[in-house]
Nanobody, 125 residues
Framework: QVQLVESGGGLVQAGGSLRLSCAAS????????MGWFRQAPGQEREFVAG????????RYADSVKGRFTVSRDNSKNTVYLQMNSLKPDDTAVYYC??????????????????WGQGTQVTVSS
């Protein structure tokens, strides 16, 4: 079965940076669109960033555009989320997810079939 394992979360001061990683197994990783989502306490899970299977197209939520970068390394079966200029509003549990096979960038939660367990990101002011 598909396994997605996130890492790289932690506590950082506002203005700082973190890089999240998501290691995938149980699927032909290079064939799948991937996405990052986040969920803050009391809020719904929201789309953060996505990348298509070819790594040619990315999309970002307006709230992170210009600060976050999604990328993938198919040789390592890993997708990354580089987060710069972090703000307290970025505090959330961050999840990676695998989407459609041979798919363009996906942004809807229900378009993703498998999810990681999440990693906590806390940004202090």
């Amino acid at each position: 079965q598909v396994q997605l394992v996130e890492s790289g979360g932690g506590l950082v001061q506002a203005g700082g940076s973190l890089r999240l990683s998501c290691a995938a197994s149980g699927l032909t990783f290079r064939q799948y669109a991937m996405g990052w989502f986040r969920q803050a306490p009391g809020q719904e899970r929201e789309f953060v960033a996505g990348i298509n299977w070819l790594s040619t197209t990315t999309r970002y939520a307006d709230s992170v555009k210009g600060r976050f970068t999604v990328s993938r390394d198919n040789s390592k079966n890993t997708v990354y989320l580089q987060m710069n200029s972090l703000k307290p509003d970025d505090t959330a549990v961050y999840y990676c997810a695998s989407g459609g096979r041979f798919s363009t960038v996906l942004t809807a939660t229900d378009a993703f079939g498998s999810w990681g367990q999440g990693t906590q990101v806390t940004v202090s002011s």
